[in-house]
T-cell receptor, first 115, second 112 residues
């Protein structure tokens, strides 16, 4: 158990809908990262927040947005969902902003199925 | 642009054998991670390699880093079924505040 929690574990929804995924980082970690992993695909980095501020952006679609709250938990919002958005969404956290000795610890993931 | 290539992408091997997974990257970095992922599960950090020549070992797994060759290896000794998983390497991009660039993963199946 990495100490990173994600809810919900599973989510089934329809095309065109909007969902929110939630992540609580490990105690003391300031950075939160979001990743998408499609079936049999590698990890796609979406976005990073550090202490409430957006730090880095990866391949995040305009339909997706995220934020990190003062208590450091983070939410990933996915809207106008398409079949291709079906994937495992991981949250990871790290103590710092991604410096030389910053290890990312991954949560259990949220499996999103869009029908 | 920093690119990370792992090979092989798929490996099926017998228990008791040795094998090596390679992780090549395209630009300067002195920080490399290896992660393990079981099917449908999360990613678990295995090793962090922080300098040229770094070598770390845990059980039957040994990872090394050659920053001059831009190459890391993950060596499996006398493989056992429990090591079946997908292994990812990730490289810290020095020119992007060490954002991690991920390899595609190596799916390892170890047959009894």
């Amino acid at each position: 158990d990495s100490g990173v929690t994600q809810t919900p574990k599973h989510l089934i929804t329809a095309t065109g809908q909007r969902v929110t995924l939630r992540c609580s980082p490990r105690s003391g970690d300031l950075s939160v990262y979001w990743y998408q992993q499609s079936l049999d695909q590698g990890l796609q980095f979406l976005i990073q927040y550090y202490n409430g501020e957006e730090r880095a952006k990866g391949n995040i679609l305009e339909r997706f947005s995220a934020q990190q709250f003062p208590d450091l938990h983070s939410e990933l919002n996915l809207s106008s969902l398409e079949l291709g958005d079906s994937a495992l969404y991981f949250c990871a956290s790290s103590p710092q902003a991604g410096g030389p000795v910053d290890t990312q610890y991954f949560g259990p993931g949220t499996r999103l199925t869009v029908l | 642009e920093l690119k990370v290539e792992q090979n092989p992408l798929f490996l099926s091997m017998q228990e008791g054998k040795n094998y090596t997974i390679y992780c090549n990257y395209s630009t300067t970095s002195d920080r490399l991670y290896w992660y393990r992922q079981d099917p449908g599960k999360s990613l678990e950090s295995l090793f962090v390699l922080l300098s040229n020549g770094a070598v770390k070992q845990e059980g039957r797994l040994m990872a090394s880093l050659d920053t001059k060759a831009r190459l890391s290896t993950l060596h499996i000794t006398a493989a056992v079924h429990d090591l079946s998983a997908t292994y990812f390497c990730a490289v810290g991009a020095m020119d992007s505040n060490y954002q991690l660039i991920w390899g595609a993963g190596t799916k390892l199946i170890i047959k009894p």
